[in-house]
């Protein structure tokens, strides 16, 4: 999994007394096949207990199969349409589109498939981590086949 996270300029944070701000959604990244969106964290806000972010998966695009350890994952799909393969072996299917909200469980093997060649897939990704790259595993589709 490529990860150029180090490569990535900070946007400025403005503290207003207790509300804090990144304009326009700060500078981007990409992990995993997926282009993500600064968004707020431990490591720019300090947040202790959450992190959120934009994604985006490109046309054709697949976000490949990994697991997160420990953290539970809410995502809201603004556009376009993704198949999850999920579970033991990947063997489960499940598709989502925009106005989608989906919960994963910490744990669960995953993979995610933009279903369209012409049109991103663009979703809010909000974690119960305060850490938004750690406790992220690679996950081998034959592990539990």
């Known amino acids: 999994m490529k990860d150029d996270k180090d490569k990535v300029e900070i946007n400025a944070v403005e503290d207003h ?5 990144i304009r326009g959604g700060g500078a981007k990244r990409n992990w ?16 202790t207990k959450l992190s959120a972010n934009i994604a985006t998966i490109p046309p054709g695009g697949v976000a490949f199969a990994h697991i997160h350890v420990d953290f539970e994952l809410i995502l809201y799909i603004i556009s376009g349409k993704v198949r999850h393969e999920f579970g033991p072996g990947l063997k489960n299917v499940l598709e989502n589109e925009g106005g989608d909200f989906i919960y994963i469980k910490p744990g669960v093997p995953h ?21 938004e790259w750690d406790n ?6 034959n592990h539990d086949s």
Request: hydrophobic content about 40%.
């Open 17 to 21: 007394d207790g509300i804090l701000t």
């Open 111 to 131: 993979e995610v498939f933009n279903m369209s060649d012409t049109e991103p897939v663009v979703a809010f990704v909000a974690r119960s981590s305060a850490e």
């Open 136 to 141: 992220i595993v690679p996950y081998d589709r």
């Open 32 to 47: 995993n096949g997926i282009h993500y969106k600064q968004g707020m964290s431990a490591k720019n806000v300090g947040t």
